[in-house]
C-alpha cells in the first residue's frame, strides 16, 4: 500500500515538473497566484529572521518558541475541524428538514 502512496507522490510531482502541465493547470484556473505570492514573499522576511534571529537564541528559548507554535498550530486546527463539523450537521439538519417537507 506504501508503494501505491509513493508512486502517486512522485506521478505528481512529474507532473508538476513538466512546464506544458504546469500551464494547463494555470489556465484550468486550478491555481491561485495570490497564496503563492503572499508565500514567496513572506519567505523573504522569514529566512532573514531564521538566520538573524533564531540563530542566535538559546536553546531553552528556541525550544519554548517551537512548543507555542506547535500548540498554536495545533489549536487552529482543532477550531477549523470543529467549525466544519458543526457547519456540516447544520447542512445535514437544514436537507433533512427539507426532505420532511
Not at 8 to 13: E, R
Not at 20 to 27: D, F, K, L, Q, S
Not at 48 to 54: D, F, N, P, R
Request: proline share 4%; hydrophobic share 50%; no cysteine.
Amino acid at each position: 500500500m506504501q508503494t501505491t502512496v509513493l508512486r502517486s507522490n512522485a506521478n505528481t510531482m512529474m507532473q508538476i515538473k513538466d512546464p506544458g502541465e504546469a500551464r494547463r493547470i494555470i489556465r484550468a484556473g486550478s491555481y491561485s497566484v495570490g497564496p503563492s505570492l503572499g508565500l514567496m514573499l513572506g519567505g523573504i522576511p522569514a529566512v532573514l529572521v531564521a538566520g538573524l534571529i533564531v540563530k542566535s537564541l538559546p536553546l531553552t528559548a528556541l525550544r519554548w518558541l517551537v512548543v507555542a507554535v506547535v500548540a498554536y498550530a495545533a489549536s487552529a486546527m482543532l477550531r477549523s475541524a470543529r467549525s466544519e463539523r458543526t457547519s456540516a450537521a447544520r447542512d445535514v439538519e437544514s436537507s433533512s428538514s427539507v426532505a420532511l417537507r
